[in-house]
């Protein structure tokens, strides 16, 4: 079978339908994958690191200490993807500093991963 835009050869439909579960399966896992990125993190390091470095504004055991700071014990923000924590933790947010440069990648997971046990 040829394409009449380009005169070159297309594949077969079963090859076809082949290559597009495929896609779908490998597009599934990368998706399943990113959801549960703090699931495999370690939240016992992450509360250390998260006492060293958050507690200060967002209090022990994710209570704040400071006015519009949210309050992870009552699941607020906590709603979001961690891609979006991720990000949020990284560059910064209103008042809250940009930890990219002072916390590795793993352990903004992990902070993640611990504060997900605060709810």
């Known amino acids: 079978m040829r394409n009449v835009m380009t005169n070159q050869s297309c594949p077969a439909p079963s090859q076809r339908s082949r290559m597009t579960r495929a896609l ?3 597009l599934s896992m990368a998706l399943m994958g990113f ?11 992450g509360a250390k ?12 055991r994710g209570v704040p200490t400071m006015p519009g ?3 992870f014990s009552r699941n607020q923000r906590l709603m979001q ?10 560059i910064g947010k209103g008042m809250m500093p940009a930890f990219q440069g002072v916390l590795t990648e793993r352990e903004i997971l992990n902070v993640i991963a611990y504060l997900r046990t605060l709810q």
């Open 49 to 60: 690191t998260y006492n060293e470095r958050c507690s200060d504004c967002h209090g022990p």
């Open 69 to 71: 700071v949210p309050d």
């Open 81 to 90: 993807t961690d891609l979006e924590l991720i990000k949020t933790i990284s």
């Open 24 to 26: 779908a399966v490998a």
């Open 35 to 45: 959801a549960g990125l703090a699931q495999a993190a370690d939240a016992l390091k």
